[in-house]
Structure formats: structure tokens, C-alpha cells
């Protein structure tokens, strides 16, 4: 069992930055990935970024390669996500998610977070 809290959502202009957190606990190896998805009012959840817990294997969406950077600490347990030219459509409840993978042609996650809202204006 592995719980996720995330923190640092808010309310941002187009073009600022912003760096999303997410605590976790529970059993996990260096192997294991971790993640972010979003989801934005009207539209499904979406895949956003994941990483190896052990700082390895970065992979994003294309939606927000070279903006958003991902970047794990192991001695805090903590996975971040850094965000670079902010645009209104990124503005979306973020997630926090475990064990990110592709299962049935989908990304999806065995466990999540409660979720960040980050709201950007134009």
C-alpha cells in the first residue's frame, strides 16, 4: 500500500512557474514508477509525466515536454514536478499517482493521490 500527498497547486499567470509535491509512504523499490496526470474540467484524466523512483527513466507527454521537468528525492520519498511557461490550458486538478504504466493501450496507476488544483491565467 503506498499513500500520495501532493501540495504546491495555485493560482498562477501565463508564462510564471510553478513546482508541484508529492509526499509518499509505503513500500516501494528503485524500479517502481511514479508520476503526474491532470485532469481539466470537461475532459478525462491524462498522463503528464512518470519517472523511476530511483531518478531514472523520465518519460512525458508531448503536451508539456521541455516546459515540465520531473525529479524524484529518495531520502524524503518525494516525487516533484516542475512547471515552466505556464499556459491556460494547462490549468487542471494534478494527480499524484504509483506504479504509472500503460495497461490496456492507457496510462493509468495502482495508487493515487487526493489531487492539486493549478490554475493558470491569461
Known amino acids: 500500500q503506498v499513500q500520495l500527498v501532493e501540495s504546491g497547486g495555485g493560482l498562477v499567470q501565463a508564462g510564471d512557474s510553478l513546482r508541484l509535491s508529492c509526499a509518499a509512504s509505503g513500500r516501494t523499490s528503485s524500479s517502481y514508477f511514479v508520476g503526474w496526470f491532470r485532469q481539466a474540467p470537461g475532459k478525462e484524466r491524462e498522463f503528464v509525466a512518470r519517472i523511476r523512483w530511483s531518478g531514472s527513466s523520465a518519460s512525458y507527454a508531448d503536451s508539456v515536454k521541455g516546459r515540465f521537468t520531473i525529479s524524484t528525492d529518495n531520502p524524503k520519498n518525494s516525487v516533484y514536478l516542475r512547471m515552466n511557461s505556464l499556459k491556460p490550458e494547462d490549468t487542471a486538478v494534478y494527480y499524484c499517482?504509483?506504479?504509472?504504466?500503460?495497461?490496456?493501450?492507457?496510462?493509468?496507476?495502482?495508487?493515487w493521490g487526493q489531487g492539486t488544483q493549478v490554475t493558470v491565467s491569461s
Open positions: 499517482a504509483a506504479g504509472v504504466r500503460v495497461s490496456g493501450g492507457a496510462w493509468t496507476g495502482d495508487y
